[in-house]
C-alpha cells in the first residue's frame, strides 16, 4: 500500500510571500488531515476532511490560510502572507474513517526567513 | 478541556527497557496512540489501545492504560540504537466530535550503547 504523499519536501519563502503544500492520501481514505508542527512540539491539527467537506477547522488561522480538497482526494494547504512564526513542518495525514487510525507522509519542512 | 502532557527526555542503555509515560484529560477520549518520529521523518503509528482496555501487548511493545489516573505508558523491551527517536502520545476525540488527535509534546528516548 502506498502511503501518503507530500510535497515539496523542504521550502523557504521570505515573509509576505505565498506558499501552497500538496497532499495525496492513501487511496480510499476519507478523512485528511492538516498538521502543523513547530519545532519542539507535537503536532497540532489545523484541518481535518471528511470527503470534500470540511469537519473541523477551529485552528486553522483563516486570515492566511486555506486548504481544499476537490473531489474529495488531494488536498493543499496555502498560506498567504507568510510570516515568521509559520516556520514549521506541515504533516498531511489520511485514515480510512474518522475512527481509524491516522497514517501520515513525511512532511513539507516550511522556513519563512 | 483537551491537553496531553509527556515528559521530555529518556536515556537508557541498549537492552534496558525503556517506559515513557503520558497523561490526558478528556476522559471521553476513545482511542490512545503512539507515533514514533525519526530526525526528518513524518509519524509512524506504534501501536495503539482503545480506551476500554488495560493493556495492549505487540513484540516488544506493552501499552498500559489506567483510565481512572487519565495515564497512558508505552514500554519498550530490549531497547535498541535503533529505537532512538521522538516518541508521541495522542489521544482521539469521539466520533461526533470529529475523532481528531491530539498529541503531547513527545519525548525524546535516547539509547546509549
Known amino acids: 500500500e502506498a502511503g501518503v504523499a507530500q510535497s515539496p519536501r523542504y521550502k523557504i519563502i521570505e515573509k509576505r510571500q505565498s506558499v501552497a503544500f500538496w497532499c495525496n492520501p492513501i487511496s480510499g481514505h476519507a478523512t485528511l488531515y492538516w498538521y502543523q508542527q513547530i519545532l519542539g512540539q507535537g503536532p497540532k491539527l489545523l484541518i481535518q476532511?471528511?470527503?470534500?467537506?470540511?469537519?473541523?477547522d477551529s485552528q486553522l488561522p483563516k486570515d492566511r490560510f486555506s486548504a481544499e480538497r476537490l473531489k474529495g482526494v488531494d488536498s493543499t494547504l496555502k498560506i498567504q502572507p507568510a510570516k515568521l512564526e509559520d516556520s514549521a513542518v506541515y504533516l498531511c495525514?489520511?485514515?480510512?474513517?474518522?475512527?481509524?487510525?491516522?497514517?501520515f507522509g513525511n512532511g513539507t519542512r516550511l522556513t519563512v526567513t | 478541556g483537551e491537553d496531553v502532557e509527556q515528559s521530555l527526555f529518556l536515556s537508557v542503555r541498549e537492552g534496558d527497557s525503556s517506559v515513557i509515560n503520558c497523561t490526558y484529560t478528556?476522559?471521553?477520549?476513545?482511542?490512545l496512540y503512539w507515533y514514533k518520529q525519526e530526525p526528518g521523518a513524518g509519524l509512524q503509528l506504534l501501536t495503539y489501545?482503545?480506551?476500554?482496555?488495560d493493556m495492549k501487548q505487540d513484540q516488544r511493545l506493552t501499552v498500559l492504560l489506567n483510565k481512572k489516573d487519565k495515564h497512558l505508558s508505552l514500554r519498550i523491551a530490549d531497547t535498541q540504537t535503533g529505537d532512538s527517536a521522538i516518541y508521541f502520545c495522542?489521544?482521539?476525540?469521539?466520533?461526533?466530535?470529529?475523532?481528531?488527535?491530539?498529541f503531547g509534546q513527545g519525548t525524546e528516548l535516547s539509547v546509549k550503547p
Open positions: 478528556d476522559s471521553s477520549s476513545t482511542y
Open positions: 495522542a489521544e482521539r476525540s469521539p466520533y461526533n466530535q470529529g475523532g481528531k488527535l491530539i
Open positions: 489501545i482503545f480506551s476500554n482496555m
Open positions: 495525514a489520511s485514515s480510512l474513517d474518522s475512527g481509524s487510525p491516522l497514517h
Open positions: 476532511f471528511q470527503n470534500n467537506g470540511v469537519v473541523d
